[in-house]
């Protein structure tokens, strides 16, 4: 993870600048932009899913034969419960 002393002046100008306008906030809007900030997360890591899998794909990781085996194996080494 970068440090402040590792970004250019304007990254360290931008995040001070968003944490005053988070500091500014009313403690009623505090909600929504936490909900507001989750969502930008999801869609960052459905993008790293999105482009990993693709990877994966091309690499030919997730053809049928090996999902199969890949689920095979680990049934054997955790059997369900009856």
Not at 4 to 24: A, F, G, N, S, Y
Not at 32 to 47: H, K
Request: glycine share 4%.
């Amino acid at each position: 993870m970068a440090t402040p002393t590792d970004t250019p002046p304007e990254t360290q100008q931008l995040r001070q600048l968003l944490h005053e306008k988070i500091d500014q906030l009313p403690p009623a809007h505090l909600a929504s932009f936490g909900q507001t900030v989750q969502e930008w997360e999801l869609g960052l890591l459905r993008r790293q899913l999105d482009a990993d899998f693709d990877d994966d794909r091309a690499a030919r990781k997730l053809e049928p034969e090996k999902i199969q085996g890949a689920v095979a194996l680990h049934r054997a080494r955790r059997p369900y419960r009856q």
